[in-house]
């Protein structure tokens, strides 16, 4: 099971970008998805998650401004970025519950991370 997050880049205050995060492997069933953060000095931090039935999370500071969705079919689960701010600047990691095939174990996968930078 691996996870492959793409997206990333550098962007103006006030623009937008799109993460994506997609879940490959031997996997017999998907939970929560959801996006991290970890900026220079700082804790990773929880960005938004999204559960199988819905549910959706997000930190106070991206609140309004960020969207999290996830596509079943694709095993995809992607972040929506809009009036990005210098201080959103981090590195963004996927986080994908999984239950892979002949398992009975629930695990938390992370992606390779992707670099988003925000200039002002």
């Known amino acids: 099971v691996q996870l492959q997050a793409s997206g990333g880049g550098l962007v103006q205050a006030g623009g937008s970008l799109r993460l994506s995060c997609a879940a490959s492997?031997?996997?017999?069933?998907?939970?929560?998805m959801g996006w991290y953060r970890q900026a220079p000095g700082k804790q990773r931090e929880p960005v938004a998650t999204e559960t199988v039935d819905g549910n959706i999370n997000y930190a106070d500071s991206v609140k309004g401004r960020f969207t999290v969705s996830r596509d079943g079919a694709s095993n995809t689960v992607y972040l929506r970025m809009d009036s990005l701010k210098p201080e959103d600047t981090a590195v963004y990691y996927c986080?994908?519950?999984?239950?892979?095939?002949?398992?009975?174990?629930?695990?938390?996968?992370w992606g390779q991370g992707t670099q988003v930078t925000v200039s002002s």
């Open positions: 986080n994908v519950y999984i239950l892979a095939t002949g398992s009975v174990v629930w695990r938390p996968y």
């Open positions: 492997g031997t996997i017999s069933s998907i939970g929560t």
